[in-house]
């Protein structure tokens, strides 16, 4: 039984070792990229300070919306709402117009967290509002 467990762990061991190798023969090819790139960019201008170049992160993408869909599909359901809605009703809306089953808790969840997200950040073209004692949503 122990010599068993030894070998499963050496198998793994030498798997994450095989892994690291290869990110590692990865960054060094990356870092002599970057080394030419620093170079080229000192032919062009001799006191460029590439070091200070901002790093860029990329947002993961949404599962369900495209770029600005949820926000024009908000403003869809706002917009034929004949009352300011709760953002649970406006996330059954936009839930509905994209034909998304609401049985999922989960994704229901994440979801709501997109939705009002866009919600806060429509500021310029959406306001909240005070609607029988809670927060609801409406087109200007």
Request: hydrophobic letters at 45%; aromatic letters at 4%; one cysteine or more.
């Amino acid at each position: 039984m122990v010599a068993q467990v030894i070998a499963s762990l050496r198998d793994k061991r030498s798997e994450l070792s095989e892994v690291i190798s290869r990110l590692e023969r990865q960054a060094a090819l990356h870092r002599v990229d970057l080394e030419h790139i620093t170079a080229t960019m000192r032919l062009f201008d001799p006191n460029a300070a590439p070091e200070i170049a901002l790093i860029v992160t990329r947002s993961k993408r949404n599962d369900w919306f495209r770029p600005g869909e949820c926000r024009r599909l908000i403003h869809d359901v706002l917009r034929d709402a004949e009352r300011p809605m709760t953002t649970r009703e406006v996330v059954q809306g936009v839930m509905a117009a994209k034909q998304v089953s609401a049985d999922d808790a989960r994704t229901r969840e994440l979801i709501y967290k997109t939705v009002h997200s866009s919600l806060k950040r429509a500021s310029d073209t959406v306001e909240c509002v005070e609607a029988a004692g809670a927060a609801a949503w409406q087109v200007f």
